[in-house]
C-alpha cells in the first residue's frame, strides 16, 4: 500500500558514509571474563569461604529457629481451642435459624446445648439471651451441663453484648468477661446474632475458658526449653506458666493481670528497647530477623546484666484487642555468632568493593554504547525513524560490528517508512498482528473520496505543483481519518480508500466514518476560502460511505502483501462515491451514504433522503442518504 501523501514529499536520504577499515579491539566476551567475572569471581569465592564457616553459626536462623517452633505450635494451641467455638456457635444459629427450631421450647434448647457442649470440650458456657435480656442456657460444672435460666437485665455485661449483638452481621469475639469463681481467669467470649426473616430472635454467646492455654504452654515450655506467653494487647497477660492455676486479686474491675504482676521479669521488660537494639543485639538485625512475615515481630532486652530475645505473633483474629503470642530466650550465644558473622561480613565487602569499583568502570565502557542502542531500539519500535541518530564506533570489536550494522538497518528503515503506512503498522503491532497472513471476513465502514474534475484543474500545473496539491489534499483527508481511528488503506490518483472496524474492533465504526467525513467537508471548504483568496478556483469533493461484509487481512505473495479489505462493500462505497455526479454536481462537498450506513447512526443525524438508486455495475437500487 503506497501512501502517495507521504511518498512525494519524502526527503532523499543517503546511506551512511562508510565506516573506514575495520577496527579492532578488545572482544567484549574477553573484556566481560577478565575485568567482571575476573574481579567478581574473586569476590564471591571470598565471601562463600567466609560465609561457609558463619553460616554453620548463623545468627538469624538461631533467632527464628529457637521460638518460631514454640510460637507456630502456640498459635496453633490458640486456634484449636477458639475455633471450634466459633464452629459450634454457627452449627447452633444455623439449626435456629434455618431448621425452623423453637425457640420457646426452652427444655430442647437446654437439650441441644447440653449436646453442643459435650462436643466441645473448649466451651465453659454457652447461652441464649433475648433482646429482653431473658438468658437460657447451659454452663459447664465438673463434668456435666447445668442448666441456666433468668433475666440478666441488671447485668451490665449482658446488657453490653445484647447491644453489640443488635448491630452485628456475624460472629464476633468480645472482650473478656469476669467468673465469679475465686482466682479463676476471665472467659473469652464470642456472640453472634440469631434472626429469621429480618428479626433480631436474640443471641448466642459461647465462653471459652483461658485456663487450658496457660496449662498448655507450661507443657510446651517443659518440651522445647522456651518461655511461651500470651499478651492481651501490650500491658496485660492472658496466657503464661504463672497462670496455670488461676490468679490473686482479679475482679470485674481488673480482668487480666498485667506484665509486672506473673513474676516474671524478663517479660515484664519485652518493650523495654522499643524501636532500638536490645540485650546485645543491634536493631537492624533484630527487623532482619523478623523477616517477610509482617505479623512476625523480634525485640531485645536486658535483666541483670543479661540479654534476652523476644519473637511473637500479632494476631487479630479473636477480637478488637490484638493478642501477641510468642517466648524469649537468652540472646548470649546469639551474641558471640554475630560478632564472627560481622568479621565475616567486612572481609567480604573489602574484596566486593573492589570487584564493583572495577565492574563500575567496565559496566560504564560496556553500557554506554548499549544505552544508545537501546534508546535507538526503542525509538525503531515506536516507528519514529526520524528521531534515531546514527551509533558511534566503539573501541570493543562486538560493540563496533552492532554499531555499523544498526546504522546501516537505520539507513533501510529510512527509505522504508516512505512506502509502508505507518500508522497501520503500528496498530497491527498493538493488535498482535504484525506477523499473521490470514484474513477474516468482518462488518466494516468504507469510504471513498475523489476530486471532482481533477483532470482539468490538473492541466494547469506542472509536475511539481501537481504533487504539492496531492499531498496537501491527502494530508488533510489522511488527518480527518486517523483523528477518527479509520485505516487510509490506499491513494488512487486523486482518490483516497479507507474503512473503520479493523484491525481493531470498533463497534461505532459507522459514525466514526461519517464524522471523519464531515470533517473533511469542513476541511476542504476551509481550503477553498484560502484558494479563493488566493485567487484560485474552489474545489469539489465527492464522498461515498457505505457499511457491510467486507474479507480484510493481509492479501498478497509472501514477498509483497497487502492489509486490506475486498468485497462487494468496497466496490458498493466507490459506487456512492461516483453517484455524487448525478446527487449533487454544484455541492463543494457531496457525501451519500447507504441505508447501511445510515442505520448505524443516531436517529438526530442531520441528513436527506435521495430515495432508491441504481449503482453502476450493480442490479437493483439501494437505498441512498446525503448528509448535511
Not at 94 to 111: A, K
Amino acid at each position: 500500500m503506497v501512501q502517495v501523501g507521504e511518498t512525494m514529499n519524502a526527503p532523499v536520504r543517503t546511506a551512511p558514509a562508510s565506516a573506514g577499515s575495520r577496527r579492532r579491539g578488545l572482544s567484549m566476551s574477553a573484556t566481560l571474563v577478565l575485568a567482571l567475572g575476573g574481579l567478581v569471581l574473586v569476590g564471591i569465592l571470598s565471601v562463600l569461604g567466609l560465609g561457609i564457616w558463619s553460616a554453620q553459626r548463623n545468627t538469624l536462623d538461631l533467632l527464628r529457629d529457637k521460638a518460631e517452633l514454640t510460637v507456630s505450635t502456640a498459635v496453633a494451641q490458640v486456634e484449636s481451642q477458639l475455633q471450634p467455638a466459633r464452629d459450634q456457635v454457627t452449627f447452633l444459629h444455623d439449626l435456629i435459624v434455618f431448621s425452623g427450631f423453637d425457640i420457646d421450647d426452652e427444655d430442647r434448647l437446654i437439650d441441644v446445648f447440653s449436646g453442643a457442649l459435650s462436643a466441645t470440650p473448649q466451651i465453659a458456657a454457652i447461652t441464649f439471651i433475648r433482646p429482653d435480656f431473658r438468658v437460657i442456657g447451659v454452663q459447664r460444672v465438673g463434668g456435666g451441663a447445668v442448666p441456666v435460666r433468668g433475666n440478666a437485665a441488671a447485668d451490665p455485661v449482658v446488657r453490653a453484648a445484647v447491644e453489640s449483638i443488635s448491630d452485628a452481621t456475624g460472629p464476633i469475639w468480645g472482650e473478656p468477661v469476669s467468673t465469679p469463681l475465686d482466682n479463676a481467669l476471665p472467659f473469652i467470649n464470642l456472640r453472634m446474632p440469631v434472626r429469621r426473616d429480618g428479626e433480631l430472635l436474640g443471641g448466642l454467646i459461647a465462653l471459652v475458658s483461658v485456663t487450658r492455654l496457660s496449662q498448655f504452654l507450661e507443657q510446651m515450655e517443659t518440651e522445647f526449653g522456651n518461655n511461651a506467653f500470651i499478651l492481651y494487647g501490650r500491658d496485660q497477660v492472658l496466657a503464661h506458666r504463672a497462670l496455670t492455676y488461676g490468679f490473686e486479686g482479679l475482679s470485674e474491675d481488673k480482668l487480666l493481670p498485667g506484665l509486672d504482676e506473673v513474676g516474671d521479669p524478663v517479660l515484664a521488660a519485652i518493650w523495654q528497647f522499643e524501636g532500638e537494639g536490645g540485650g546485645g543485639i543491634p536493631a537492624r538485625l533484630l527487623r532482619r530477623a523478623e523477616g517477610e512475615d509482617a505479623n512476625f515481630r523480634v525485640r531485645g532486652a536486658r535483666v541483670d546484666g543479661t540479654g534476652y530475645v523476644f519473637i511473637f505473633r500479632e494476631i487479630t483474629d479473636f477480637g478488637d484487642t490484638p493478642w501477641l503470642i510468642g517466648s524469649y530466650f537468652p540472646a548470649a550465644d546469639a551474641v558471640g555468632e554475630m560478632r564472627r558473622l560481622a568479621w565475616a561480613g567486612a572481609a567480604g565487602l573489602v574484596v566486593l568493593l573492589l570487584s564493583v569499583i572495577a565492574a563500575i568502570i567496565m559496566g560504564r565502557l560496556i553500557a554506554r554504547p548499549i544505552r544508545r542502542l537501546a534508546r535507538a531500539a526503542n525509538s525503531i519500535g515506536d516507528l519514529e525513524f526520524a528521531s534515531v541518530s546514527e551509533l558511534p564506533a566503539s573501541r570493543i570489536r562486538e560493540l563496533d560490528d552492532q554499531a555499523r550494522a544498526f546504522n546501516s538497518m537505520v539507513s533501510g528503515l529510512h527509505w522504508f517508512e516512505n512506502y509502508v503506512p505507518k500508522t497501520l503498522v503500528r496498530r497491527l503491532l498493538e493488535q498482535g498482528m504484525a506477523g499473521a497472513l490470514g484474513s477474516d471476513s468482518r462488518t466494516l465502514t468504507v469510504m471513498f473520496t475523489d476530486i471532482v474534475g481533477f483532470t482539468a484543474v490538473s492541466e494547469a500545473m506542472n509536475a511539481d505543483e501537481v504533487a504539492s496539491f496531492l499531498n496537501d489534499h491527502f494530508t488533510i483527508v489522511s488527518a480527518c481519518v486517523e483523528d477518527e481511528g479509520g485505516t487510509i488503506d490506499k491513494y488512487i490518483g486523486d482518490s483516497v480508500m479507507a474503512f473503520w472496524g479493523a484491525p481493531e474492533y470498533q463497534e461505532d465504526h459507522a459514525a466514526r466514518a461519517v464524522r471523519a467525513a464531515s470533517a473533511i467537508a469542513a476541511a476542504v471548504r476551509a481550503e477553498n476560502e484560502r484558494r479563493r483568496a488566493r485567487g484560485q478556483s474552489a474545489i469539489q469533493v465527492r464522498i461515498g460511505l457505505h457499511t457491510g461484509e467486507a474479507v480484510v487481512g493481509n492479501i498478497g505473495s509472501p514477498g509483497r502483501i497487502n492489509y486490506t479489505i475486498v468485497g462487494d462493500t468496497v466496490n458498493t462505497a466507490s459506487r456512492l462515491e461516483q453517484l455524487g455526479k448525478d446527487l449533487g454536481p454544484d455541492t463543494e462537498v457531496c457525501i451519500l451514504a447507504s441505508a447501511s450506513t445510515m442505520s448505524e447512526l443516531p436517529e438526530d443525524a442531520a441528513h436527506e433522503s435521495m430515495g432508491p438508486q441504481s449503482l453502476r455495475g450493480r442490479a437493483g437500487t439501494i437505498e441512498v442518504w446525503r448528509l448535511k
